[in-house]
Every structure is written in C-alpha cells, then in structure tokens.
C-alpha cells in the first residue's frame, strides 16, 4: 500500500512552521520582508537537500497570492514549461503564476536562455532550485535576473523540533501517546547532517516498525545504513583531515578522507578545498598544480557521482606526491599584515598612473631588470617572499641573483 511520506504530510504551511533558515524566512527574515511587501523577485534557491527550498516556494506563492506551479527539471523539458504557460493564461489577469523549477541545473544553457523570455515580460515569476552551486551551472543572464538564496544545513535543535512534529502527527494517526526515549532525537537529528527529509524519513521508518511507549535507539538501528554520522563538525574534520593529509605527502590517507567526503555528498566543498590545497601548500614546487587540479575539478562536476570519485582521485595523489611550498601563502599573510596595520597607503610617485614620472622601463635593460623602488616608501625594505627549497624556487632564486633583484633576507 501506497504511503504519502511523513516528510510531505507534515509540510509547513506558514513562514513560522520553516525550521531552520531564520536569515530568511524568521521575523526579520529577507524573503519575508519580500513578501510582506508584495513585490516578489525571481528567485534562485541554492542549498544542500531537505532544506526546505521546495516548501519555501509554495509559501511564497501562498503568501502574494499567486498559482503555483511546480516543475522537476531531471524530468521537464522547455515544452513542459510552455504547456504550463497556455494552460494558465486565465490566471494572466490575476497575481500570475509562480514557477517552481527544481534542480534546475539539469536544464542545459539553450533551456536555460529560452526561460528569459516569461520572466522578462512578467508571464511568470520563477523561483529556481539547486543543490548545486548556482555560478557554476546557472547560465549567467539568468542569474544577472535573479536574486541568490542560500539555503544552509539545517540545525540539530531544529531538526529536533521538526521531529517532534512528525511525532504528533504519527501519534495522532495511530492514536498513541509515543515519546521520544532520551537522546534518541538528537541521535537521528545529528545524523541527518542538516538534511531534514532525511531525518523525517529515519524517524517515520523506525515508529512504523517498532512497539512500546518510548521510541528507543534500538528501534532506529535496524535502519542504521541509512544513518551517516555526520554533523557540521565532522565535515570540516574531514575537510581538514583531507588538507593535513595532502601536506604530508600521505597520498592513502588524502585518497581515503577524499572519498569519506564524497560518500556524505560533500562534491563542492571537496573541489573548493582542494583547489586552495593546490596554491597553499603545493604552490610554487609545482605551479601547474592548480592548474591540474582545476581541470580535475571541473571534470568531476560534470561528471558527478560515482564517477567524480576519479578525477578527484586523481587530484588528491598527485597533489600528497608534489613537492611542497607554502612561500606564496606565507608572503600573502606578511603583506597583509602590514595592509591590516594601515601601511603602505601610498605607491612610490613613478609608478603612480598617468603620468609615471620618473619610471624606469625595465625591458630596455640587460636581463630586461634595473633597480627601482616598487614597494611604498614606508615599506620599502620588507620582504614578504623567501625562496623555498624546491627545484623550482630554487631556479628562481638563481636567476634573481644572477640579475640582482634578489633583496637581502629573502
């Protein structure tokens, strides 16, 4: 027998029932006052799942009064779109139509384009979901006319309280008076990572399939594999774990955080770490590092998963195998130091545009370098950059030296 999910059946039908998101949608929330003042954007939802961008949706639709519509784009296509479109027109004279696109990222660029045209005429306001980052997948006219919410990894005590609706309603419905055993909650809030769906549907498998008066922990393990002990904490764990991993050459333990990540859906957020990897403590012992390891990147968000495992991979080995250098990140923080203490506020007047009075064009000399100051006079003796010694930086060393540009101490 059929069953609607307890996920859906427990749906919040106001802004105050939406856990989480309270930079949105709490009492000073911006997509509330949105909507209290009656005018709403077009709109891009972006965020992890079970997070609440499809039932954010509907309430705004409810809230300025207009026809929602919903549309899955894995599964619709731009006619889909136009159907919805003529088979509303009625409504045209009314509120309009709100258009619930959901993981638009599968529409691909042309799709993408032709829904400019209902939006910029007013035939239909859109709110657009991803779980993906939007400026990488969104075509960028559509975001240029839209405006971006993030949708973050819901709270423990939030996941809690949406638990403990899921609790009244299935008690209602079976006509029992159930509680919680101590800790139990909290156990599938934390293990939900923020997911609340995720949670409801754990919670709503092990009440259907257990007896007592108390829901008890040995009721939810039966449903363990779909339990991942994962919480904001243990993603930048692992996130350093990856990192720590990567600069000491430990090419097994980088390979098997990477995937540790991977398997909790942590694609973005690997790819972004890896890339600052790449310039951080990989640097300039290999400079086509982050070059490789970009390519890698964008390789796995195409592809997505499983096969994103494999370009990352990829990824993870060479950088744990490449020598090592941090200077560059060392000479930015040194810099930024004496930027943060207000020095420095001044070039030397010869590199100052448009005049540059008193520059000295280094390519009309041997070596293409003659000596002038570059840095403020204030700072002009500092040294932020020192050589490291790798093949790389030491070549570089030698050929500073050897034209005389290299300062003292560095």
């Not at 599964?75 to 009625?90: G, H, I, P, Y």
């Not at 449903?223 to 600069?247: C, G, P, V």
């Not at 370009?311 to 004496?338: F, H, Q």
């Amino acid at each position: 027998m059929k069953r609607t999910p307890l996920a859906e059946l427990i749906r919040p039908t106001s802004f105050d029932d939406i856990v989480g998101q309270t930079h949105l949608f709490g009492k000073n929330g911006v997509v509330r006052r949105l909507c209290d003042s009656g005018r709403i954007p077009n709109m891009i939802f972006f965020g992890p799942p079970g997070t609440g961008k499809t039932t954010a949706a509907s309430l705004v639709a409810k809230y300025a009064d207009m026809t929602f519509v919903r549309l899955n784009a894995t599964t619709a296509s731009l006619q889909d779109v136009k159907d919805v479109l003529a088979s509303t027109e009625n409504v045209f004279g009314s509120e309009g139509i709100l258009l619930y696109l959901d993981e638009i990222q599968y529409f691909n660029r042309k799709q993408q384009q032709s829904l400019l045209e209902y939006i910029e005429d007013g035939r239909v306001t859109l709110i657009a979901s991803t779980t993906e980052n939007p400026h990488f997948y969104l075509y960028g006219a559509l975001i240029s006319r839209s405006t971006l919410f993030e949708f973050k990894p819901v709270p423990q005590a939030e996941v809690v309280r949406a638990l403990g609706r899921g609790m009244d309603y299935l008690n209602r419905e079976t006509n029992r008076a159930r509680t919680f055993d101590a800790g139990v909650a909290e156990k599938i809030a934390a293990a939900s990572g923020g997911d609340v769906r995720r949670a409801l549907t754990l919670f709503e498998n092990a009440y259907l399939s257990s007896e007592g008066d108390a829901l008890l922990l040995s009721d939810v393990t039966p449903f363990e594999s779909n339990i991942t002990e994962y919480s904001d904490d243990i993603h930048f764990d692992l996130l350093s774990a990856l990192q720590k991993s990567i600069r000491g050459s430990d090419p097994d333990a980088a390979v098997f955080y990477l995937n540790k990540l991977l398997a909790a859906g942590e694609l973005l957020a690997v790819c972004r770490r890896m890339q600052v990897i790449a310039s951080e403590d990989i640097g300039l012992a290999y400079p086509m590092a982050p070059v490789i390891t970009r390519a890698c990147c964008e390789s796995a968000r195409e592809l997505g998963m499983p096969e994103a495992r494999i370009p990352l991979s990829n990824a993870a080995v060479m950088l744990a195998t490449a020598p090592k250098s941090n200077s560059a990140y060392l000479a930015a923080a040194a810099a930024n130091e004496d930027i943060e203490a207000g020095r420095g506020k001044i070039p030397p007047k010869h590199i100052q545009s448009p005049l540059f009075e008193g520059y000295v064009y280094p390519h009309d000399y041997p070596n293409h370098y003659t000596h002038q100051q570059y840095l403020p006079d204030d700072l002009k003796h500092r040294v932020y950059y020192k050589y490291a010694p790798n093949k790389t930086e030491s070549a570089a060393a030698a050929y500073a030296e050897a034209i005389g540009s290299r300062k003292k101490g560095s």
